[in-house]
Nanobody
Framework: QVQLQESGPGLVKPSQTLSLTCTVS??????????WSWIRQPPGKGLEWMGA???????YYSPSLKSRASIFRDTSKNQFTLQLSSVTPEDTAVYYC??????????????WGQGTQVTVSS
């Protein structure tokens, strides 16, 4: 059974770049069909899909974040990474990585990590 684990700093200063890594076990990120997403949930708000990388390495981004987000992978480590530049306190959220058969990962389907809290504050 595939498992996903997010890792990264819990606190980031405004204007810096946030970097989070998702380590995958029990399945390869190059397996055809699957897409690997980043999703976040700000306090008191709903889930927001941020972007994804496909099994072939193609990337997909939310239009609202496309200018600041970058997703790339390290197939040798079976990991994929989110970088979000120029963060503000509005980027404070629990960040999740997920696997699904569609680009925009669905909460009730696929496999999700447990999530990691990121706070943007000086």
């Amino acid at each position: 059974q595939v498992q996903l684990q997010e890792s990264g700093p819990g606190l980031v200063k405004p204007s810096q770049t946030l970097s989070l890594t998702c380590t995958v076990s029990g399945g390869s990120i190059t397996t055809p069909i699957y897409y690997w997403s980043w999703i976040r949930q700000p306090p008191g708000k709903g889930l927001e899909w941020m972007g994804a990388i496909g099994y072939s390495g193609s990337t997909y981004y939310s239009p609202s974040l496309k200018s600041r987000a970058s997703i790339f992978r390290d197939t040798s480590k079976n990991q994929f990474t989110l970088q979000l530049s120029s963060v503000t306190p509005e980027d404070t959220a629990v960040y999740y990585c997920a696997r699904d058969r569609v680009v925009t990962a669905r909460r009730d389907f696929g496999s999700w990590g447990q999530g990691t809290q990121v706070t943007v504050s000086s």
